[in-house]
């Protein structure tokens, strides 16, 4: 098959008091703390709207991953058997594209405080959408 | 803020009977059909352990859409006023990427048949995650 490639430009990036990748708990609701997404002055426009309370789904870019991994033992535990990265939720996978839940706490300007989100410190965003409230079809 | 840009390889590609965006319904459970995913085989590998019955979310790059769209008239709608593209889930936004959950249906080597999805035939997949059942947190 013939493959594109594609550019992503990041809207922004979060701010987070997580700064390790040891100390992030894997899954937002696994004790993740509240973070800022700030974002660039040129996607700014597109926050038109949010506001505190709503439900998102962030799209991150998890730039620590390992692009070249396609398999893995969930979890890191040695005693589940060898799966693909596209049946877990493995960072490590040729596009680490990180989905997180969240609610907005907290929008002033081109900044919304959020929680919870168990992505580090300087994780880039990528894109950002609402959770439709009619359906779970599309989260 | 400085930006570092990322590149996305597509890990396979959409077959669909949709070929014609104005045939495409805006979201799965709005009567899309079954397509089939076909990986790449370097991206085949991550696909063990997939099986029939698998709850998965499908991330893919919605080629056609307008990047430089930052807000719109949510659904086309000109009566409702105009939004922030990251409230809404309009195609149109800077990092275009479509997140699609769908259940799988059939797995024949390195293609899913899956259903419902809304994406025209040869958009690109960029990744597949498994929905996780304990918790809605991350969907």
């Known amino acids: 098959m013939a493959s594109k490639f594609y550019t992503i430009e990041p809207i922004g990036a979060v701010h987070s008091e997580l700064t390790r990748l040891e100390d992030a708990p894997m899954q937002g609701d696994e004790g993740a703390p509240e973070a800022w997404l700030e974002l660039t002055s040129l996607a700014a426009p597109g926050l038109l709207g949010i506001r505190a309370g709503d439900e998102l789904i962030v799209l991150t870019w998890l730039h620590l991953a390992e692009r070249d991994v396609l398999q893995v033992h969930p979890r890191g535990d040695l005693n589940r058997p060898l799966t693909g990265v596209f049946a877990t939720r493995s ?31 300087k994780t880039p965003v990528i894109d950002i959408k609402p959770v439709l409230a009619a359906s779970t079809s599309d989260r």
Not at 105 to 111: C, G, P, R
Not at 116 to 121: F, N, Q
Request: no cysteine; aromatic share 0%; proline share 13%.
């Open 91 to 121: 960072p490590d996978r040729p596009n680490p594209v990180g989905l997180h839940r969240v609610q907005v706490l907290e929008v002033i300007e081109h900044k919304l405080r959020v929680a919870p989100l168990e992505a580090i410190d």
